[in-house]
């Protein structure tokens, strides 16, 4: 099964950008379709993007048009780009597998995944 290690996270202000990566290991990480997912402090983990094996996207209302999910299969890594953050961004952000090659009509429910990697943190100050 596909293991993951998230990266990129940091402190920026309210406008700012950051680029979040996650390497996968496996050799079946280009068949999985991948997700971000995020939580913040006090609140349930949300799913934030999917992409599908062939590069079908879908993001939740609140950061469409800001993020933008893209994965690389040559080289194992999903990254999401983070342009105009907000304070409400604020979140220690995690990838994880689909359970399939599409995104399901339930990709942003976080029940749905059994092992997390560590998570990177990201933090929007106003």
């Known amino acids: 099964q596909v293991q993951v290690a998230e990266s990129g996270g940091g402190l920026v202000q309210a406008g700012g950008s950051l680029r979040l990566s996650c390497t996968a290991s496996?050799?079946?990480?280009?068949?999985?379709?991948m997700r971000w997912f995020r939580q913040a402090p006090g609140k349930e983990r949300e799913g934030v993007s999917c992409?599908?094996?062939?590069?079908?996207?879908y993001s939740i209302n609140s950061v469409r048009g800001r993020f933008k999910i893209s994965r690389d299969n040559a080289k194992n890594t999903l990254y999401l780009q983070m342009n105009s953050l907000k304070p409400e961004d604020t979140a220690m952000y995690y990838c994880?597998?689909?359970?399939?090659?599409?995104?399901?009509?339930?990709?942003?429910?976080?029940?749905?995944?059994?092992?997390w990697g560590q998570g990177t943190q990201v933090t929007v100050s106003s």
């Open positions: 992409i599908s094996r062939i590069g079908v996207t």
């Open positions: 994880a597998p689909e359970t399939s090659t599409d995104c399901s009509a339930s990709w942003s429910t976080a029940r749905s995944v059994s092992v």
């Open positions: 496996g050799s079946s990480f280009g068949y999985y379709a």
